[in-house]
């Protein structure tokens, strides 16, 4: 294999590496906060469960994007290159500006900017990328509707129960399992991405064919990529966050783990690449919303908005200069 | 009306919105805006019935 697919596969395991470090919180922050797992303990159950998601699904994910988002004519090692640049510089970008953008849609705006910027806009798939952005939207809401409807079931379930000690110790231990859940669905979905972008490598450098099976080494190594990025950035990122997290009651936790997880398996099975934040932020909406429309900070779901516009056109423009720059270099 | 009853009224009409852009995924579309509707009903009724001397 030559050297310069060597790099890119490093640059797309560093992605997936980041993507774990970055999206760890997301894992454990409500089962940190209601003190079910000291931070450690759950850093290790959530990198634990993200490596375990390749047993659990399919390839569905890294089809849609290597397949669905440019011809595949298109995709060189510059092209996939210039857009896991535009993908990490947009994410550092909006790190830096306390944005909640997704990776994901960073990921396929990227490879858009810089598959356009090699050969015009004919090369885009527009019903991949039609079914991606429909589901930007949808996903959030489908989060925040199954976690409202399952704190509604859980309240009418358990309204007449008394003893409330035992039934919080019974949701404490319900939490490991939602956040297990949750794992499994960030570790299956975001995972899968960076197996698409090097599959679509491995196919535009001929080392695999067009209709080729994800590798498992690939499948493996993005695992293991996404699960030391949690190991190794949760811990310093729930240390920082330990003040900034909302309390919430274990079952507001397990009700807000268990939509997101439902919302990424089914997505993950289907093929469509969602954003795990943004489906936690909807589900943790939902769990606030079931109260009072005023428990939930509005702040923070304005900014989701604001993500889901900026995103893909931010990417999509960083990846194209990316290309450009590089194609004047070389 | 409560706020909560128009809010996920627009999520009720955001997602029906999408439903013609959903191609072989417009029942997820069409199921979850019928959700959200039956939120918006449901959250009514829910602040009718407290309001009620």
Known sequence: MELSVLFVIAVALAFDYVNGFHDAANSIATVVSTRVLSPRIAVVWAAFFNFAAFVVFGEAVASTIANDVVVQDVLSIGVIFAGLVGAILWDLITFYLGLPTSSSHALVGGIAGAAVAKAGFDVLITSGLRKIGVFIVLSPLIGLAIGLLITIGISWAFHRYRNVERLNRGFRRGQLLSAAAFSLGHGANDAQKTMGVILALLIASGHAAADASVPLWVVLSAHTAIGLGTLTGGWRIVKTMGSKITRLQPVGGMAAESGAAITLFATSAAGIPVSTTHTITGAIVGVGAARRLSAVRWGVAGRVVWAWILTIPGSFAISWLTFHAVDLVS | ?53
Do not use: H
């Not at chain 2, 997820?28 to 309001?51: E, N």
């Open chain 2, 1 to 53: 009306m409560d706020r909560r009853a128009i809010f996920f009224l627009g999520a009720a009409a955001v997602c029906l919105l999408l439903v013609p852009l959903s191609d072989g995924y417009a029942w997820v579309a069409t199921a979850t805006g019928i959700v959200y509707l039956l939120l918006s009903l449901g959250s009514w009724l829910d602040t009718r019935s407290r309001r009620r001397p």
